[in-house]
């Protein structure tokens, strides 16, 4: 079983990708307080939140959570009116959904 790391996952996620809590608080309408907690281990978020958080840092939610290997996303295509990341296509031959059900990334989405 995994060990859960989301605190350490989390902080060290938002330096590298050198975004600010301001920034992520402005974008995704989460709070300050919210992301402080979930980096210090005060709260868990739900999987709401979670979905959130990782599709804003572009990682997925198991990695976030446990650790886990990031995804590498390759380039975006378009699946009828949706985009889809072409590596989990390609890799894991996912359908086009609204969300990529292994990587979590928002589909109507290019970034």
């Known amino acids: 079983m995994s060990e859960y790391k ?3 996952m989390l902080r060290k996620t ?3 990708k050198n975004v600010t809590v301001k920034a992520i608080v402005k974008d995704t309408g989460l709070t300050g ?3 402080s907690n979930y980096s210090h281990g005060k709260n868990v978020p739900s999987a709401q939140v979670l979905f ?3 599709n804003y840092l572009g ?3 198991d990695y976030l959570l446990t650790g886990g290997k990031p995804i590498d996303h390759g380039e975006w295509i378009y ?3 949706m985009m889809q990341c072409n590596r989990c296509l390609r890799e ?3 359908s086009p959904y609204n969300y990529c059900p292994y990587c979590g990334r928002d589909m ?4």
């Open 6 to 8: 989301l605190p350490e």
């Open 79 to 81: 699946r009828g009116d």
């Open 59 to 61: 990682v997925s939610a």
């Open 14 to 16: 938002i330096d590298g």
């Open 52 to 54: 959130t958080l990782s």
């Open 33 to 35: 307080a919210q992301i």
């Open 108 to 111: 109507r989405d290019k970034g």
């Open 92 to 94: 894991y031959k996912i």
